[in-house]
């Protein structure tokens, strides 16, 4: 029996055997073959002929509606569970328990199934008049088999029945919305064509692009592993100097007579090769090229105030979109922080809040911009982990005062981490955030 109450760990797992089963046609050896739900991702996937290399938006498209239906699914799977396992915790401790124990606990157990399950399920009357003429030991393990199988089997039917429902309903929504969202979808994914600067904060995030001169600095040297160079090699001269080293006597000073050779040895007057080292070799400690080594995770601070309604919110779901599939490919936890009046952080990472994404355009945006509090709490999310070498990157008009000496502190601190803080200006407001960003870009 597949165990759905962990749903984070379930969706996880799910994402994994879909990108798994469309690449290679085949289910991770971690999914149980009596698993309902990676049946029914193997038909939608078969179906759909997403292995037959289609468009990515279109697996990307039909991924994300599967995996908001399973995590609405595991909802009610999860609830099930755990009401059985109250019954099924009730029948490992009358099987294990010695006969004693389960004759005090026989009327207990009797009610529990007769108000359950009919006598085709489990014969408790006939087994209950067995105890007057057997051995109660084997009756008890008699009943506790059936009764074992029966809530077994009225689990598995209760899944599948909440299956088949939902299935139904959602392959209809499907129909109606799959299109239309795929449509918005690549909309959306074309802006990136419109804006190149979109692209370059990608790259940049995603560690693929040379970091600029002024991102190599000697803050993020310190995390980086450190390499020996070559030493200074004895044969390597650039001069001849006076002293009495013999590793490095010219050959025309051994040709003197030897008292003479002998003097000069003790004044120290020999003529010797001289190198860059003074005789010591050295050794140069370098850092390797890439300054950035470790990725940690990303924190896209987006704007849904009033003034970022329309076309800029629009640039900015499409960098979000580009931003979480490369952080799904590197394995990066990812955060989105959208801050007007308040701000609230949400990670992106599980599976099971990818589906917040589509509800983000419909959200209504009023009120002015809180950039204090949107500070406060992406800090605070790079405080919840050992996170080091993160990506923080806000999406604004900038239209609200730069942070307050408190707050700056502690964004120097983080930067003290490795992380970097970048930004995407929409519009062409004035402000001093030059001054706190590593990188700010303009759209």
């Keep these: 029996m597949t165990d759905y109450t962990d749903i984070d760990t379930r969706l996880e797992e799910y994402s994994d055997a879909f990108d798994a089963y469309v690449e290679s046609g085949e289910m991770p050896a971690s999914i149980s073959k009596d698993d309902y739900l990676a049946e029914y991702m193997r038909e939608v996937i078969e179906n759909n002929e997403l292995n037959k290399d289609p468009d990515p938006t279109w697996i990307e498209t039909v991924k994300d509606e599967l995996m908001a239906f399973f995590a609405f699914l595991l909802e009610h799977l999860k609830a099930l569970q755990l009401d059985a396992k109250k019954e099924w915790d009730m029948i490992v401790r009358f099987k294990e328990s010695p006969v004693d124990e389960q004759l005090g606990m026989w009327q207990q157990v009797r009610d529990a199934i007769e108000a359950n399950y009919s006598e085709y399920e489990v014969n408790i009357s006939g087994y209950a008049a067995q105890l007057e003429s057997e051995d109660n030991e084997s009756v008890f393990a008699a009943v506790a088999g059936d009764w074992e199988m029966a809530c077994r089997t009225r689990l598995q039917q209760k899944e599948s029945q909440i299956l088949k429902r939902a299935r139904n309903q959602f392959e209809r929504q499907s129909r109606e919305a799959g299109i239309q969202d795929y449509q ?96 010591k070799p050295q050794k140069i400690e370098e850092h390797r090229k890439d300054p950035r080594l470790t990725k940690g995770p990303i924190i896209v601070c987006v704007d849904t105030s009033g003034s970022m309604e329309g076309r800029p919110l629009k640039i900015a779901f499409s960098l979000l979109r580009q931003l979480l599939r490369m952080a799904k490919k590197q394995k990066r936890p990812c955060y989105l922080i959208s801050f007007s009046v308040r701000a609230k952080a949400v990670d992106l990472a599980k599976p099971r809040n990818w589906g917040k994404l589509d509800h983000f355009l419909s959200d209504s945006f009023s009120g002015g911009t809180d950039g204090e509090q949107m500070l406060a709490e992406a800090i605070c999310v790079l405080r919840s982990g050992a996170y080091e070498m993160a990506d ?18 502690n964004i120097n601190k983080e930067k003290s981490l490795g992380t970097r803080f970048y930004a995407l200006q929409i519009g062409r407001s004035n402000h001093k955030y030059h001054k706190i960003m590593d990188r700010i870009w303009l759209a």
């Design 184 to 279: 918005d979808k690549k909309r959306l994914d074309n802006y990136i064509h419109y804006y190149p600067q979109l692209q370059e904060i990608v790259d940049i995030i995603g560690r693929d692009k040379e970091p600029s001169k002024e991102e190599k600095d000697s803050i993020i040297y310190k995390f980086l592993p450190v390499t020996v160079a070559k030493n200074s090699s004895v044969e390597e001269f650039d001069r001849v100097e006076s002293g009495n080293n013999l590793e490095r006597v010219l050959p025309v000073e051994l040709s003197m007579p030897e008292d003479l050779f002998f003097k000069r040895y003790v004044t120290k007057e020999l003529q010797l090769f001289s190198s860059p080292g003074k005789d």
């Design 392 to 409: 923080v990157l806000i999406i604004s008009d900038f239209e609200f005062p730069t942070p307050k000496a408190t707050t700056m502190v």
